[in-house]
């Protein structure tokens, strides 16, 4: 079981930036996948990134490649998201999710692939 709280969410105008943090709790941290996924309203769910267990790995939506950066600590139980050049449409609520499951990256940007999700932060970008 992975408990996940995200933090960092706020109000910016567009160009900036913001980081966001998600605290897992447990010992085996670095045995799942992290994921942010964001849902603005009236939209679906969807991808923004993805990193493997060790951190080599990065995955992004078009959307983001290029102005966001996820990134790990294993031995802090936390992951990252820098968002940089922040866009209106960057506008919604970002989950964290973890997959403890062994499936090849094409699942990552899959939200059924992801057991653990946190309660969401809200990131609001002001045009």
């Known amino acids: 079981q992975v408990q996940l709280v995200e933090s960092g969410g706020g109000l910016v105008q567009a160009g900036g930036s913001l980081r966001l943090s998600c605290a897992a709790s447990?010992?085996?941290?670095?045995?799942?996948?992290m994921a942010w996924f964001r849902q603005a309203p009236g939209k679906e769910r969807e991808f923004v990134s993805a990193?493997?267990?060790?951190?080599?790995?990065?995955y992004y939506a078009d959307s983001v490649k290029g102005r966001f950066t996820i990134s790990r600590d294993n031995a802090k139980n936390t992951v990252f998201l820098q968002m940089n050049s922040l866009k209106p449409e960057d506008t919604a609520v970002y989950y964290c999710?973890?997959?403890?499951?062994?499936?090849?990256?094409?699942?990552?940007?899959?939200?059924?692939?992801?057991?653990?999700w946190g309660q969401g932060t809200q990131v609001t970008v002001s045009s």
């Open positions: 990193i493997t267990r060790a951190g080599g790995t990065a």
């Open positions: 999710a973890a997959s403890g499951h062994f499936y090849s990256s094409t699942y990552y940007y899959q939200s059924p692939t992801y057991d653990y």
């Open positions: 447990g010992r085996t941290f670095s045995s799942y996948v």
